[in-house]
């Protein structure tokens, strides 16, 4: 088993409309600062103890968790904006549902387009709404897709489109800054720093999914890394899926089709969730509809469509260059069935298992992790490590993901295989 050890910017050139109250420290950026160092240290500890591992950092140490949200909130209005767009000027509102269960299917042609942006924005001649038009539908088909929309739009670009709304609404109030501008680009300059290091050193770096309030955030510069950092023969980055929020599987399939799109190599691990609780608490509290799947089944439902799209995505025929190659994975489970059933997919389709790899915890599932590398997979140990007030909440998070399959079928049978194990161990006394 290998070990796991956790642990050039141009968009903020542009000045606010609107202004944040938020107010920010100083010595936040500092710690910042601090845990970069941390990070760059792990990569360091990797490349010196286990060649094919991995890094794993979480963004909520590299930024203000407060900048993160709005930024998110930023993130989830530009998404809606896509919906309002396309509406009849009687049913503008969007619905408030979870962010990853947002229709995006869809495509507007120029004449909806340009009813919409008039609708909402204030803008001059045709010929302008055309080169606005222009600007967004990236791969020039005559239509505007979610994936020409998404990655046309910069966040800097948002204080400037905000001054020509109609209506001073959510998207208006959600744009940032220019002080909050300059503190994304310093952590943007962080997750550089750690990446340069880890892409010199040969080291796989996972980018941990948080909590949803931070999500779109982390989403967004996920994907701006990815397109920077994967375009040699392995990827550098690979984004985490949680699967137990609504949606999952069809954000899934969507960054496959963005990685081939914009020619960067796929890498991804694909977790079931770790914030479930608090989760479904905020939810409850603010009174909306729950992110969480209702049932395990359904979050096991997402789990294994997101693997199985993941592992469909093989190398392209038709095209070259990085886009092309198939799709890598980590399956991080402790379940002895998704694992087998992975494993079964992995050879009805004949993905090589160089493709593949599976993490368990250190001091969880053992068993399944050394059967994986005796039998010459990819096995990983996941070794959380720091001072001890921050790795106990990341602990209990592990437990109450997996407090859910308690009762089912997998546990008792690990029961019976710990209960046989210790039974051998006490018969020659």
Known sequence: PETVTVAKAEEADVVGAPQSARAYEYKGEAICDANARIFLSAVQAVKDSSPDGFAAIKLSGLGDPILLERMSTCL?????????????????????????????????????????????????????MKAVFE???????????????????????????????????????????????????????????????????????????????????????VLYMQRAYNKGSTPTVYNTYQTYLKGMDLRVRRDLQRSRREGWRYGAKVVRGAYMVSEREKARLRGVESPICETYEETEENFHAAID???????????????????????????????????????????????????????MADHLTFTLGRNGYKAYKYVPYGPVEEVVPYLIRRTQENSAILGSAGVMEERAMVSAELLRRLRPF
Not at 78 to 91: A, M, N, P, Y
Not at 94 to 109: E, N
Not at 344 to 361: A, H, I, K, T, Y
């Open 76 to 128: 989830v209005e530009i998404c809606r904006l896509f919906h309002r767009l396309s509406v009849d000027e009687g049913t503008q509102d969007v619905p408030l549902a979870p962010f990853y269960t947002i229709d995006r299917s869809f495509k507007m042609d120029f004449a909806t387009f340009s009813e919409g942006w008039r609708r909402l924005f204030s803008v001059g001649d045709e010929e302008e």
């Open 135 to 221: 600007a967004i539908d990236t791969d020039r088909d005559g239509l505007i897709s979610y994936l020409d929309y998404s990655g046309s739009i910069k966040l800097s670009q948002i204080n400037e489109l905000v001054r020509s709304c109609k209506a001073q609404g959510r998207l208006y109030r959600s744009a940032l800054d220019k002080k909050e501008l300059e503190l994304y680009m310093n952590m943007i300059k962080r997750v550089e720093s750690i990446l340069d290091l880890a892409q010199e050193l040969g080291v796989r770096v996972m980018i941990d999914a948080e909590w949803t309030d931070i999500q779109p955030a982390i989403d967004h510069i």
């Open 309 to 363: 799209s993941i592992l469909a995505h093989g190398p392209a025929t038709n095209q070259d260059g990085p886009g092309a190659a198939a799709a890598e994975i980590l399956v991080a489970s402790h379940s002895r069935t998704s694992i087998e059933r992975t494993l079964n997919v992995m050879q009805e389709l004949d993905v090589s298992p160089d493709r593949v790899g599976f993490g368990q915890l250190l001091g």
